[in-house]
């Protein structure tokens, strides 16, 4: 399903993909307008374009696919991001709202841009079994950060958080990751030429 409004709004205003689990397949949003999701979404993937906003205030997308956000997005919500088949969940614009997230795949979870620079998030969670890459230089929540999985830091970055805890490797290339937090736990070593600052 293709979703095209030019610089139009789109507002799914209940249920996406039906209320019983029912999925539809690829879900592409087309506006340089805000799209919201006000309710949960079930798709075999999600794309929205870029130029506009996205807004997630239904709580929940689940794919078994990708889910690509190519927009700045909101969270108007405590939400949880999952892809059951191992797609990728990528943050290609910034990332703002203060609630917390969970993402879930075994694939890549890829933040692209600034997180939480403008109204910053409440805490951000990954699942074991993939990939987080940090490539937009900032992390900003109020509460905790947990990364489950190996983090592999594309640029130098700053972390900020009430605590950070890493399950996995730290993979930093030749950009330095520091912390600023309370409390820290790292389970894994740090490889590559950056430092831990």
Same mark, same amino acid.
């Given at each position: 399903?293709?979703?095209?409004?030019?610089?139009?709004?789109?507002?799914?205003?209940?249920?996406?993909?039906?209320?019983?689990?029912?999925?539809?397949?690829?879900?592409?949003?087309?506006?340089?307008?805000?799209?919201?999701?006000?309710?949960?979404?079930?798709?075999?993937?999600?794309?929205?374009?870029? $130029?506009? %906003?996205?807004?997630?205030?239904? @709580? #929940?997308?689940?794919? =078994?696919?990708? /889910?690509? *956000? +190519? &927009? !700045?997005?909101?969270?108007?919500?405590?939400?949880?991001?999952?892809?059951?088949?191992?797609?990728?969940?990528?943050?290609?614009?910034?990332?703002?709202?203060?609630?917390?997230?969970?993402?879930?795949?075994?694939?890549?979870?890829?933040?692209?841009?600034?997180?939480?620079?403008?109204?910053?998030?409440?805490?951000?969670?990954?699942?074991? $079994?993939? %990939?987080?890459?940090?490539?937009? @230089? #900032?992390?900003?929540? =109020?509460?905790? /950060?947990? *990364? +489950? &999985? !190996?983090?592999?830091?594309?640029?130098?970055?700053?972390?900020?958080?009430?605590?950070?805890?890493?399950?996995?490797?730290?993979?930093?290339?030749?950009?330095?990751?520091?912390?600023?937090?309370?409390?820290?736990?790292?389970?894994?070593?740090?490889?590559?030429?950056?430092?831990?600052?």
């Amino acid at each position: 399903l293709t979703v095209s409004s030019g610089s139009g709004n789109v507002t799914f205003t209940g249920i996406v993909g039906g209320a019983s689990g029912g999925a539809l397949g690829a879900l592409t949003v087309n506006s340089t307008g805000a799209t919201t999701f006000s309710a949960a979404v079930t798709a075999a993937s999600v794309t929205t374009n870029t $130029g506009g %906003t996205t807004a997630i205030n239904g @709580g #929940a997308i689940t794919t =078994t696919g990708a /889910q690509i *956000y +190519n &927009d !700045a997005v909101t969270l108007g919500a405590t939400t949880t991001l999952t892809s059951s088949g191992s797609g990728a969940i990528n943050f290609v614009s910034t990332l703002n709202g203060a609630y917390a997230l969970t993402a879930n795949t075994s694939g890549a979870t890829t933040f692209g841009a600034s997180v939480g620079g403008t109204t910053n998030l409440t805490s951000i969670t990954t699942d074991a $079994g993939g %990939t987080v890459v940090i490539n937009g @230089g #900032a992390i900003t929540t =109020t509460s905790f /950060q947990t *990364y +489950n &999985d !190996a983090l592999t830091i594309g640029a130098a970055t700053t972390l900020s958080a009430s605590a950070i805890t890493t399950g996995s490797t730290i993979t930093a290339s030749a950009n330095n990751l520091t912390l600023t937090t309370d409390a820290i736990s790292i389970g894994g070593n740090l490889t590559g030429t950056g430092a831990l600052v």
